[in-house]
């Protein structure tokens, strides 16, 4: 009877309606998750039978919500996100230390010129006010080793980081192409790939946010991913891996299918690309800004002095030495200076100031630092500071944008993937009605069929 097997269809249906509905619900906190539905067509009767109205429904397929679009600008935002809030940390912590009155280098510099000043304002022959010039080079110069520690810490701390990024990101390649290779077979089988197509799009959001991804849809359902440069990560099973050189000076490649490309990291996007940036743009510049700045200090320094002589009319001793091969102690006072070396003196006369006064004159001498050019001795810390608050401000204010259209983002995606309560629990209403309606329709159907078996004996 046709009534029967209508009926008998669309209980079928609404089962699996009710199915989807409660996967749906069942995952409604699980992330990256993404709602399906089913798809219900209506069969028609069979050629030639006119006075049938049908054979009634069926399932078509289990619906995906999924938008490709939403899914690329999603792993976009991922990745700018990335970029900016790696970055972000490094320079707050530098620009903390460069900013600390207790710890800059400004304050360094202006006390030991003070204490040359005050020398020359009193007595050129006191022992104590001697050993205060003594006193402040050396705290200038721990000041300066101090942030050249900071530095060499973020190197180190980058070095690492990035190594871990490089590892991670090959877990994801791995997974991307493993999931590849499972929905194309479960695609040709006409199997539901929907939960293996979740997990490979959260691998490629995990990528997206360690490093700029271009995404590209096949026929088999596989998607091949690649760098923004073109360079193939993964092609349907197949994937590529990354590898860092792990010298002080770190260097990229990829290899994909026996072949090896090397890789720039600072162009990579992501992760990577925000942090290997921020080394080349602004760690190593100031790093190397503020080496210029002792080297020429102390150069300038110990030139003068030699040109002066001691209270015992002997000639200047260097009082720093600069060892840019030791990163702990890269400014010092030389061993063994004392106050006798200091060689205020122009004429030979103990308590003459003349090389005193060229020596407080140092503070307002031009150097030249690669990062801001030329600039006067006792302003150079202050360039150099405020080169970073202007690169600081300016990733603080690309990562609030970033942050910001990540949310959107994710919230855009969910208005289409993500599962709504509301919206299932009347789905879950409706399906349960349907499939009560076609329990009736069964039920009369039976009493039909009883009916007529009555009548016929």
């Known amino acids: 009877m046709s009534i029967l097997n209508n009926a008998l269809s669309g209980a079928t249906a609404a089962q699996i309606a009710l199915a989807a509905s409660s996967q749906n619900i069942a995952n409604l906190q699980t992330k990256g998750y993404t709602r399906q539905s089913a798809l219900l067509s209506a069969l028609g009767p069979a050629q030639g039978s006119a006075n049938q109205s049908g054979n009634g429904v069926q399932v078509t397929s289990l619906l995906r919500f999924s938008d490709g679009y939403k899914s690329q600008q999603l792993w976009r935002a991922a990745s700018d996100l990335g970029a900016y809030s790696q970055t972000q940390p490094y320079l707050t912590q530098i620009e903390q230390v460069m900013g600390d009155d207790e710890s800059n ?29 003594v006193a402040a080079a050396g705290l200038m110069s721990q000041r300066f080793n101090s942030l050249n520690n900071v530095f060499n810490a973020q190197l180190q701390s980058i070095r690492q980081q990035r190594g871990a990024i490089v590892d991670e990101a090959n877990g994801d390649i791995a997974a991307i192409a493993a999931l590849n290779g499972q929905i194309a077979n479960a695609h040709a089988s006409g199997a539901n790939t929907s ?21 590209t849809d096949q026929p088999d359902g596989s998607r091949n991913v690649s760098l923004k440069n073109g360079q193939s990560l993964v092609l349907g099973s197949v994937g590529g891996k990354l590898a860092v050189d792990g010298g002080l000076e770190q260097t990229f490649s990829l290899t994909f299918a026996g072949t090896t490309f090397q890789l720039d990291p600072t162009g990579a996007g992501g992760e990577l690309g925000g942090l290997s940036t921020y080394l080349r743009d602004t760690l190593e510049p100031l790093r190397q800004g503020v080496a210029e700045l002792a080297e020429q200090l102390a150069t300038k320094v110990n030139d003068q002095l030699a040109q002066g002589t001691t209270m015992d009319g002997n000639p200047g001793k260097p009082l720093f030495v600069y060892n840019p091969g030791n990163p702990s102690n890269m400014l010092q006072v030389a061993d063994g200076f004392q106050t006798g070396d200091l060689a205020f003196s122009g004429d030979g006369k103990p308590g003459d100031t003349g090389n005193l006064q060229k020596l407080v004159a140092l503070k307002n001498e031009k150097i030249t630092l690669t990062r801001v050019g030329d600039v006067l001795i006792a302003d150079a810390d202050t360039q150099l500071v405020g ?5 600081s401000q300016q990733n603080k204010g690309a990562l609030n944008t970033a942050q910001t ?3 959107q983002s994710v919230a855009d995606w969910q208005s289409t993937s993500g599962v709504n309560e509301d919206e299932e629990a009347v789905n879950l209403v409706e399906y349960q009605k349907m499939y009560q309606a076609n329990l009736k329709v069964i039920s009369v159907a039976n009493a ?9 004996g």
């Not at 939960?195 to 995404?215: C, T």
């Not at 080169?387 to 690169?391: E, G, P, T, Y």
């Open 387 to 391: 080169k970073l608050a202007v690169d």
């Open 105 to 133: 280098l400004s304050n360094g510099v202006d006390q030991f010129f003070a204490a040359l000043n005050a020398v020359a304002g009193v007595d050129p022959t006191s022992t104590p006010l001697r050993q205060q010039v």
């Open 405 to 407: 259209v990540r949310d």
């Open 448 to 456: 039909l069929f009883d009916a007529t078996l009555a009548m016929m």
């Open 195 to 215: 939960a293996l197509i979740d997990a490979r799009d959260q691998a490629i959001d995990s990528l997206a946010g360690k490093m700029a991804l271009e995404v």
